[in-house]
């Protein structure tokens, strides 16, 4: 049998530890054969017995406003929250040329480091037009040989009586953007944005992302409104959100209860460690909470749940090297799991989870699927996740994207 890709002693990440390696085929682009010592002719590499797992998932970031740290206003003080101001009193010098280059840089960090997937937000406010939404657009084609990109378009900061701002965000949608969003916190009528934004899914039968539920104040939280418009317009599958960091403030029996809500309508959480831990708490002098919510307990409960990175180097996340591995690590941390069981999860919400949100047919290592892998030195799924570990090498749609040399010590003689 020809093949174009033969990757030969393979352990799988959706199979367990006990279980003999396999060799994968690849022809077109497509996963062909999964089995043990494959009759195949073709280009070959060899995973050495180690994982090898489906590309990891961004399911939610911003590439428009990625590594802008050091062009805004230093934060005067620690109990300051002003990171919108920040980034919106530069957003006028945009341009499409800025854009793009800061977003390629952080695109082809985040392929170094096993993403083959991304769901992007890009803010398309009246100060900074379309320019985010036609950069992102090229970037899309550009960098189609190493990563799908699917955006997600909103208003950052307000819709309601914004002139210019619902004009923006339809002509995105006439133009195919395939997912609406919204940043309800900075609206004077934060209900309103959600059901205009059901409006807008409904009418061009696109899916739904909003900024969600974030802070520490638990009263008269945001989701119940989304689960109650997902349930009645049958949009289930289709909703996601991220933050919910005002979850971690909520005793854990009503976190499971929110669970079990998010599970009965279909709608997903992005937990976004990074950024919830950098802001939240600033109106704490001591002890000052972490505001990242256990996903963990909320998948236990019923909901989908994914982790993803949000910002890199910018006012709401002034740091960050793109490696989601680091961040699912951090999440781990932060809500206090470890083990196999756990972590294990904490992986399934960077690969399987991330690919629900996302409606990613043809994801995983299955015979039809994209061959869309990455190989790492580990063994386990939460090996990758307890190491921060780094992938050795990559391929999209059989194509190898990247290597990775192992460092060797140079022991004296």
């Not at 854990?252 to 939240?280: C, H, I, M, W, Y």
């Not at 793109?322 to 294990?344: E, F, M």
């Not at 992986?347 to 790492?376: C, H, S």
Request: hydrophobic share 40%; glycine share 10%; proline share 6%.
């Amino acid at each position: 049998m020809a093949l174009d890709l033969i990757i030969r002693n393979a352990r799988l990440s959706s199979a367990g530890p006990d279980n003999p390696a396999v060799d994968i085929g690849v022809r077109g682009g497509t996963i062909v054969a999964v089995e043990p010592n494959l009759a195949g002719d073709g280009p070959e590499h060899d995973a050495r017995g180690k994982l090898v797992s489906p590309g990891l998932i961004e399911s939610h970031f911003h590439l428009d406003k990625a590594m802008i740290i050091d062009r805004v206003p230093m934060q005067p003080d620690r109990m300051v929250r002003d990171h919108m101001k920040r980034t919106a009193s530069i957003k006028h010098t945009f341009t499409a040329e800025d854009i793009y280059a800061r977003a390629e840089a952080t695109i082809e960090q985040c392929v170094l480091h096993g993403v083959t997937h991304m769901r992007t937000q890009v803010e398309v406010d009246p100060n900074v037009g379309l320019l985010g939404f036609e950069v992102i657009e090229q970037l899309r084609k550009d960098y189609a040989w190493a990563i799908d990109i699917q955006p997600c378009v909103f208003l950052q900061e307000g819709w309601t009586d914004v002139p210019g701002a619902d004009e923006n965000l339809v002509h995105c949608l006439n133009r195919g953007a395939p997912v609406v969003g919204g940043g309800i916190r900075y609206d004077k009528d934060g209900p309103g944005q959600i059901r205009r934004v059901f409006e807008l899914a409904q009418h061009y039968d696109i899916d739904v992302d909003f900024h969600l539920d974030g802070g520490h104040d638990v009263k008269n939280p945001d989701y119940p409104q989304v689960c109650e418009i997902t349930d009645r317009i049958r949009w289930q599958g289709r909703v996601a959100f991220g933050h919910g960091s005002r979850f971690s403030c909520m005793p854990v029996k009503e976190q499971a209860a929110v669970g079990k809500r998010l599970g009965e309508s279909g709608v997903s959480l992005a937990v976004l460690p990074a950024t919830d831990l950098f802001n939240g708490g600033r109106h704490m002098e001591h002890s000052v909470m972490r505001g990242v919510t256990d996903a963990n307990t909320l998948i236990e409960h019923g909901a989908n749940c994914t982790i993803s990175t949000n910002n890199v180097l910018n006012p709401f996340t002034p740091y960050g090297d793109c490696s989601l591995t680091r961040i699912a690590n951090l999440y781990a941390n932060v809500v206090q799991r470890y083990g196999p069981k756990d972590l294990g999860v904490c992986f399934e919400m960077i690969t399987d989870r991330a690919a629900k949100v996302m409606r990613l047919g043809d994801y995983g290592i299955e015979v039809g699927k994209a061959a869309d892998l990455v190989v790492w030195n580990e063994e386990l799924p939460s090996d990758v996740i307890a190491k921060c570990a780094l992938p050795l090498a990559g391929f999209k749609r059989g194509r190898r994207i990247f290597l990775r040399e192992l460092p060797t010590l140079q022991r004296p003689r």
